[in-house]
């Protein structure tokens, strides 16, 4: 539903934002856009939702070329700014109003649609006060309310969770994932764990271009974590089991790590496999057989933190 | 159509939820009253018009107009809202101009509440009163258009001050360059046609014109023609900043 080809903006001769950026997004779909900060994820979104013109590229929503169809490509999309920007002086009520009217929602169905976003978004006890006065939390739920007003086919949200507390963003996550089948959808974040609670795809860019593509269990296999083994066995036995474990033929490397003094009597060791193959069945059967208590042995997905360092700056510890 | 209505009732609306409409208002209010009883000595002369009451009307709009027209856009830009209501399904166009009517009806609002003056005069003798409806049309236009300067000027910064300053300088320019002031810079170098093009350009003398009783074509399509202008240049503005 939304299709990016070749976008590309420039500031002036010499700052690149975005260099070359081509993506799909189908119905469905929630995609995660991921980079550091000043990456040009930001520019990306204000060029999908017109507020930029891109300096080459094109971008259609749903068939419509917004630098065509300017208005008719807007009319579907909605869009939460970064920081949710809204009219200070107005409250929420004359606020979504305002933004009824813009759209054009027919009189007969503006209180529904209304009452509705103020639903989804748990807005109902601010609703008279001036969106001055309202805390951080609110603000960004005062624009989220504003871009799910019109049900658009398309949502595009500039940090949607930025500021919020634990709760409040568990409740925001879980009203993306309810909108998610009807919809295309494109957050951008910095925060790792909600790529993995939300997004079916996550796109990392940097320097303008995009660096890693995929699921988020795929970029996680990039992992040099991918698959690795914590174990936890007694300290006593610590220096044997190293031995032990870099001579099997699928360890690659072990790390030991001490506890804290707690459990001063315990060693976790970290085993990576080699090629990122599932190892923790054979140092499982490997452990029983040789009688060792194990404390703990799990085996690990990936840290997209990790994957996120490598990608953008290289940096593969 | 409806669109632009949003954002003029929008912005209208904006103007009194902040204490901001009520301090213009009763400022301009103070203002005018106290240049024509007492600066323009309305008493003394006894006569019954509204000459002196329309006389420092343009002085008064060369403070007070760029003080309402320095938010329009500079408070977008600065807030964020820009990027809102610019990605919002609204024509640059209905933006524009929704906010510029906006503007323009509140500094009507204004004018309209000087009423007492009118009465006043009509109390104490009998004016013609086609002049005085005449003076107001003029003074609205001429408000108008000092808008127009100062809505495009706002549209180039974020800052409200800058906006403000850069409007006085503008609007003063136009306000006076049928004077000696501005015309004896130029009298010395430039052929006569550019100097009474110049000199054609000020508000003074299309505004002394019009309040004089006679609603002349020439004067109200250079209000209206200078009030396109500014806006067409307030659009272009903000598609360049888009382009960034």
Request: glycine fraction near 8%; include cysteine.
């Amino acid at each position: 539903m939304i299709e990016i080809l070749n976008l590309v903006k420039r500031f002036g001769p010499t700052i690149t934002a975005v260099d070359g950026i081509s993506f799909h997004v189908g119905k469905g779909e929630v995609l995660g856009f991921l980079g550091p900060n000043g990456a040009g994820k930001s520019t990306t979104m204000k060029m999908i939702t017109g507020f930029l013109a891109p300096t080459a590229g094109t971008v259609r929503v749903l068939g419509c070329d917004i630098r065509e169809d300017p208005i008719g490509t807007k009319e579907k999309i909605g869009y939460l700014p970064e920081g949710a920007p809204a009219y200070p002086d107005m409250t929420p009520r004359e606020f979504l109003q305002f933004i009824a009217d813009v759209r054009r929602i027919p009189h007969g169905s503006q209180t529904e649609l209304i009452a509705l976003a103020v639903r989804r978004t748990e807005l109902a006890s601010v609703m008279e006060q001036p969106i001055d006065t309202l805390s951080k939390g609110f603000k960004r739920r005062v624009g989220l309310a504003q871009a799910i007003l019109h049900d658009p086919p398309v949502l595009i949200m500039d940090e949607p969770t930025d500021g919020l507390d634990p709760n409040q963003k568990h409740a925001v996550r879980n009203l993306i994932r309810r909108m998610a089948p009807e919809k295309a959808i494109i957050i951008s974040t910095h925060i790792l764990e909600e790529v993995d609670a939300i997004c079916d795809r996550a796109i990392i860019i940097d320097h303008g271009k995009i660096v890693a593509d995929g699921t988020p269990d795929a970029l996680m296999a990039r992992s040099h974590h991918h698959n690795a083994v914590q174990i936890t066995l007694d300290s006593e036995i610590a220096k044997i089991a190293e031995e032990a474990f870099l001579a099997m033929p699928h360890v690659a490397d072990v790390a030991r790590h001490d506890l804290p003094d707690r459990t001063a009597s315990l060693t976790r060791f970290t085993l990576y496999p080699k090629d990122g193959q599932r190892l923790v069945d054979e140092i499982g059967a490997f452990t029983r057989a040789r009688g060792w208590s194990t404390h703990e042995l799990y085996a690990e997905l990936g840290r997209l933190d990790e994957v996120f360092r490598s990608v953008t700056t290289g940096d593969t510890q | 159509m409806n669109r632009m209505l949003a954002v003029f009732r929008r912005e209208f609306m904006g103007y009194f939820s902040t204490p901001l409409a009520y301090i213009f208002i009763v400022i301009f209010l103070f203002l005018t009253g106290v240049t024509t009883f007492y600066v323009g000595g309305f008493f003394e002369a006894g006569q019954a018009h509204l000459q002196v009451f329309f006389l420092f009307h343009p002085w008064l709009y060369l403070f007070l107009i760029p003080a309402i027209a320095m938010r329009l856009w500079a408070d977008e830009r600065k807030s964020g809202t820009i990027e809102l209501l610019l990605t919002l399904p609204v024509p640059l166009w209905a933006a524009v101009l929704g906010k510029y009517l906006a503007a323009w009806a509140f500094t009507g609002v204004a004018l309209l509440l000087t009423f007492p003056v009118w009465l006043t005069v009509n109390y104490l003798g009998d004016p013609d009163n086609g002049v005085i409806l005449a003076g107001y049309i003029g003074s609205l236009l001429m408000a108008g258009a000092y808008l127009a300067i100062g809505a495009c000027i706002s549209a180039t910064t974020r800052n409200q001050v800058i906006a403000f300053v850069v409007t006085v300088v503008v609007c003063f320019l136009f306000t006076v360059s049928g004077l000696p002031i501005v015309l004896d810079f130029f009298s010395a170098w430039t052929p006569q046609t550019v100097l009474a093009t110049i000199a054609s350009f000020s508000f003074l003398t299309h505004f002394d014109a019009i309040t004089d009783g006679v609603i002349d074509l020439r004067d109200v399509v250079f209000f209206a023609s200078l009030i396109a202008v500014w806006l067409f240049a307030n659009g272009i503005v903000i598609e360049m900043k888009k382009a960034g």
